[in-house]
């Protein structure tokens, strides 16, 4: 028995050689392999900035006044709405917003003074390019914070003005706490579904063409005749893989970390122990792909169409709650969702295997399902 | 140029599209699985967000802004909390996402006209409904403290001559004033299928053809070099049109988004973007030799900065400077822009010049260059 491990083993071993020196030799998809994930972290982790500020913006005084500067210049200096223009006339709103070059309005209309200083008050409008529907969701609930503020002030003013002193009688303070991310920097939320991402693109896609490569050259037949048995084949294409994929975690973790600032809160050994059992689970669907696909070309493109429900399913990008129920339910079949979940607790919940054995079994199930339906397709073609 | 070989080629190409189901999986299944899955919807504000309450108070007044917080519409209750312990509990298991605490002495320090304080606590891990939910709870405070002067008040039997909130907000969202999702994610489909469609799949199919050595064949038949490109290149073009007007009509018909400007010049930008793409596919397969490396360079190429550098997802005007200058080279830039000018704010030529103008020099010069390179090696 030991011996025939021996063997199989030392197959392995010579399959895998092969694999590493086809690797090393084409330098040029060595280097893209390796810098194509840096890139693309050192990229997200500066435009994946959700942490909306400085909203160019215009603003239509129709009162000019002191008041009306006064609100504008709460807009202006919150630091979320700088200021891109100033208008006269609201129509002219159109041709900002239209071509881009604010993406709010600030309207104060003309009476605005005399609205805050009389019976019925004011009402102020912000106008917000929806185009990108978040920033514009963000902008809208500063805008509305901004307002509340003034109203607080401006009705304050006005009862000290007619003799009542409200100042110190009432006041409740809102003291906000943001857990696990104190500064709201999207970054922290980002970094970690990155580094999901990309290890499926470079375990899945890679290994699913590699697999088909042998196959389309006619390679795959020369294989099947030297001893080397089908699932040792199919180990010694992966493992290649396996390190390049532990490469390119170690890459990002490190750039994360020291270069964005990123805090880890949980373990980096659990981090890499339970990344090892997503590595397997994708490159499962790697070989699963490669059996159906005839060549590189159809391995290439089923892993893209495998890789865009996985990646707008996970909440990598979107957060799961906010999709629609039945929606919801179907993230529950994709198993990059699973990962990330682990992968963003670990780093900012610091939380341990006990809270995440729910979102592990899944996966391992996912791992089995894939890697078991692999084998045993492989089996048949090669038979 | 032969117009009959070309006809030929461009027919040898259909047969293999045909013949190939990944091929229609990925031009007309996937932009359809995109939209639906956008098109019902991602929010990008914030409804009733499960916010747990820890009220050590219990006073009518510690209700009265935990009640103002579930009326707005933008939280709803997930319950009561006795503890931080309990409060992360719910955090972490995502049973919610708000919490509100209230110090004991929150009821009888108001009832005194005392300072005192609500500690609102949120679930950062999720800093964009992080960021949304800040922004609403202060509003929500800051009104409450409106409310309570007014009440305060009216107990002494004073009566405000004026009518409160004093100023108020009209927020209004142009262009998509529901906060879509589908009117925001269906530009970018357009984009991302195109990109995929011009350089991934310009790429794979001539570097295929190297990869097997058929390209060698190739220089020794009749075919011209250009012969050969263009009869390889048209039945992409061909399908990334196709593509987009069924995206453009699935989006009209199944969500009921119609185009807002003329259709004849989203047309022509698409015409103009699929030019640049295919000119970046020739470039990827003039210096790629294998299909690995074309695809992942490809993917560096386009698919990347065609979402993440275009401002389809994310505000270029966020972009730290190097990263914005950029973005000017980047022709998903100007698509988009275009995109959501034509689609969304129906705006003509006389505002979209400059990237109808950019996208063209792109477009010319990308093309220019790889012709070249290509006429030189299969001259």
């Known amino acids: 028995m030991e011996a025939a491990w021996k063997e199989s083993a030392g197959r392995v071993r010579q399959v895998v050689k092969k694999e590493v020196i086809q690797i090393l030799r084409d330098r040029k998809f060595l280097v893209l392999v390796l810098v194509t994930p840096v890139l693309q972290t050192v990229i997200f982790g500066y435009v994946a900035n959700v942490d909306v500020t400085d909203i160019p913006t215009v603003v239509c005084d129709l009162d000019r006044t002191n008041q009306s500067r006064e609100l504008a210049d709460r807009f202006l200096q919150s630091g979320f709405f700088s200021a891109a223009g100033r208008i006269d006339d609201p129509r002219e709103a159109d041709r900002w917003l239209d071509g881009g070059k604010a993406k709010v309005v600030l309207v104060i209309p003309p009476d605005y003074s005399r609205a805050v200083a009389g019976k019925k008050g004011a009402a102020i409008q912000v106008l917000t390019d929806a185009t990108n529907s978040n920033v514009a969701g963000i902008a809208g609930s500063y805008a509305s914070a901004i307002v509340a503020a003034a109203n607080v002030d401006l009705l304050l003013a006005r009862l000290h003005k007619i003799g009542i002193r409200a100042q110190e009688t009432v006041l409740v303070e809102p003291e906000v706490r943001v857990w696990y991310n104190p500064e709201l920097k999207s970054v922290n939320f980002m970094v970690p579904g990155m580094l999901c991402v990309i290890l499926l693109t470079a375990t899945m896609n890679l290994t699913g063409i590699s697999m088909v490569r042998e196959k389309e050259r006619g390679t795959a037949e020369q294989l099947s005749v030297t001893p080397v048995r089908s699932w040792e084949l199919v180990l010694a294409k992966v493992l290649p893989f396996v390190g390049i994929g532990f490469i390119n975690m170690v890459f990002i973790l490190f750039l994360g970390i020291f270069w964005f600032g990123v805090p880890l809160a949980g373990s980096l050994g659990l981090l890499f122990a339970l990344s090892g059992i997503f590595i397997f689970t994708s490159l499962g669907l790697g070989v699963l792909i490669s059996t159906v696909a005839a060549t590189q070309q159809q391995a290439m493109m089923m892993a893209q169409f495998f890789m865009v429900p996985n990646m707008l399913l996970s909440g990598f990008m979107f957060p799961i709650a906010n999709m629609p129920v039945a929606i919801q339910y179907v993230t529950y079949l994709v198993p990059l969702r699973y990962y990330v979940e682990i992968v963003r607790r670990i780093f900012m919940k610091g939380a341990g295997l006990g809270e995440l054995w729910n979102q592990l079994v899944p996966l391992a199930v996912f791992g089995i399902v894939a890697v078991g339906l692999a084998s045993l397709r492989f089996r048949k073609v090669q038979k | ?379």
């Open chain 2, 1 to 379: 140029m032969k117009f009959q070989r070309i006809g030929t080629l461009i027919k040898k190409e259909f047969v293999t599209i045909r013949r190939d189901f990944s091929f229609a999986l990925n031009i007309f299944i996937m932009p359809l699985i995109m939209l639906v899955i956008y098109g019902y919807g991602i929010r990008f504000d914030i409804q009733y967000l499960p916010t747990v309450v820890w009220d050590l108070s219990q006073s009518p007044q510690s209700r009265e802004l935990a009640e103002k917080f579930l009326a707005s519409g933008y939280f709803s209750s997930a319950g009561a909390a006795s503890g931080y312990d309990e409060i992360e509990e719910r955090f972490d298991k995502g049973e919610a996402k708000l919490a509100l605490v209230f110090p004991a002495d929150f009821g009888s320090e108001l009832a005194r006209g005392e300072k005192t304080a609500v500690q609102i606590l949120v679930d950062g891990s999720d800093n964009n409904t992080a960021t949304l939910a800040v922004g609403y709870a202060r509003g929500i405070v800051q009104n409450y403290q409106a409310d309570l002067v007014v009440e305060k008040l009216a107990q002494k039997g004073i009566r405000l001559p004026f009518e409160v909130p004093v100023v108020s907000l009209e927020n209004r969202m142009w262009y998509n004033p529901e906060l879509k999702s589908i009117r925001f994610i269906l530009p970018g489909v357009i984009v991302v299928i195109m990109s995929v469609m011009g350089t991934m799949m310009t790429a794979m199919t001539i570097v295929g053809e190297k990869e097997r050595g058929t390209f060698e064949q190739v220089a020794a038949s009749p075919l011209s070099g250009m012969e050969f490109l263009t009869g390889k290149i048209v039945p992409y073009i061909l399908l990334a049109l196709v593509d987009m007007v069924l995206i453009v009509a699935a989006g009209y018909f199944l969500f009921r988004v119609p185009v807002a400007g003329s259709f004849a010049l989203l047309f022509f930008f698409s015409l103009l973007f699929v030019a640049v793409t295919m000119g970046l596919g020739l470039w990827v397969s003039s210096i790629s030799s294998s299909l690995q490396g074309a695809m992942t360079l490809a993917f560096l190429v386009t698919l990347l900065p065609s979402i993440l550098l275009s401002g389809f997802i994310f505000p270029i005007d966020n972009f730290p400077a190097p990263l914005k200058a950029i973005t000017y080279l980047n022709p998903g830039r100007y698509f988009i822009e275009a995109l959501r000018g034509i689609y969304l704010k129906g705006v003509g030529l006389s505002i979209l010049w400059p990237q109808a103008v950019f996208l063209s020099l792109l477009g010319a010069s990308l093309l220019g260059i790889t012709l070249f390179r290509f006429k030189k090696r299969l001259a």
